[in-house]
Antibody, heavy 123, light 108 residues
Framework: EVQLVQSGGGLVNPGRSLRLSCTAS????????MIWFRQAPGKGLEWVGL??????????EYAASVQGRFSISRDDSKSVAYLQMNSLKTEDTAMYYC??????????????WGQGTLVAVSS | EIVMTQSPATLSVSPGERATLSCTAS??????LAWYQQKPGQAPRLLIH???TRATGIPARFSGGGSGTQFTLAITGLQSEDFAVYYC??????????FGQGTKVEIK
C-alpha cells in the first residue's frame, strides 16, 4: 500500500526556520518526482515546489513566492522528501502537503498525498 | 499565468441527483487537466486526469470531459461521501500549473 506520512510543522516566529518531512512507503520512492503544495486557511491549493526523480537528476524547482527561502531535498535511502523552510513569513501559514507524481517521467498529476502538516507563522 | 475559473462556487444537490461542475481556462491547456476532491480535514484525492480518465479506484459515477479551455466534472447519483470541495488543476504549463478556486458540493 502506497503511503506518504508527513511530520514536522508547528508554530514558529517570523524569520525562523522549519523542516517538514514526507516519508514514503509501498513504492519505489527514488523513481518518482515528489511535490509540495500548501493551502492557506480557507483557501485553495498552491504549488510550493518539487524535486525530480533521482534517475532524472533529482533537480528541485520552486514557486516564485518561496524561491530563495525554501529548499527541497530527498533521501532515497530513507524514502523521505524534505521541505526546508527558512526566513518564514506570516503569509507562509498554511497546511502543507507532499504528493507523489503519478509517473516517473513526470505525469504532472498526483495520485497519492500525505495527510498534511500545519505550519503557523506568528509572533 | 493560466487562470482557472470554476463555477459555480457552491452547488446544492440532493442525494441521488446529478451534479455538473465547470472549469474554464484562460487559455488552452489541451487535455492536461485533473480534478481533485477534498473533504474537510483531508488531503486532496485525484479523481480524473487527462481531462477524462478516471484515476485508479474512482467510481464510474465520476466522469470528466472537455478539452482546450472548457471542462466539466459530472457526478451522477450523488452519494453522501461525494459532498466535498472539487478542484480542477491544469498541468499544461507545469510547473507551476494552476488550480481553480474550487466548487463546494453541498447537500440540498
Amino acid at each position: 500500500e502506497v503511503q506518504l506520512v508527513q511530520s514536522g510543522g508547528g508554530l514558529v516566529n517570523p524569520g525562523r526556520s522549519l523542516r517538514l518531512s514526507c516519508t514514503a512507503s509501498g513504492f519505489s520512492f527514488s523513481i518518482h518526482p515528489m511535490i509540495w503544495f500548501r493551502q492557506a486557511p480557507g483557501k485553495g491549493l498552491e504549488w510550493v515546489g518539487l524535486i525530480g526523480s533521482t534517475p532524472y537528476g533529482g533537480r528541485p524547482e520552486y514557486a516564485a513566492s518561496v524561491q530563495g527561502r525554501f529548499s527541497i531535498s530527498r533521501d532515497d535511502s530513507k524514502s523521505v522528501a524534505y521541505l526546508q523552510m527558512n526566513s518564514l513569513k506570516t503569509e507562509d501559514t498554511a497546511m502543507y502537503y507532499c504528493a507523489r507524481d503519478a509517473d516517473r517521467n513526470g505525469a504532472y498529476y498526483f495520485d497519492f498525498w500525505g495527510q498534511g502538516t500545519l505550519v503557523a507563522v506568528s509572533s | 499565468e493560466i487562470v482557472m475559473t470554476q463555477s459555480p462556487a457552491t452547488l446544492s444537490v440532493s442525494p441521488g441527483e446529478r451534479a455538473t461542475l465547470s472549469c474554464t481556462a484562460s487559455q488552452s491547456v489541451g487535455s492536461n487537466l485533473a480534478w481533485y476532491q477534498q473533504k474537510p480535514g483531508q488531503a486532496p484525492r485525484l479523481l480524473i486526469h487527462g481531462a477524462s480518465t478516471r484515476a485508479t479506484g474512482i467510481p464510474a459515477r465520476f466522469s470528466g470531459g472537455g478539452s482546450g479551455t472548457q471542462f466539466t466534472l459530472a457526478i451522477t447519483g450523488l452519494q453522501s461521501e461525494d459532498f466535498a470541495v472539487y478542484y480542477c488543476h491544469q498541468y499544461n504549463n507545469w510547473p507551476p500549473g494552476t488550480f481553480g478556486q474550487g466548487t463546494k458540493v453541498e447537500i440540498k
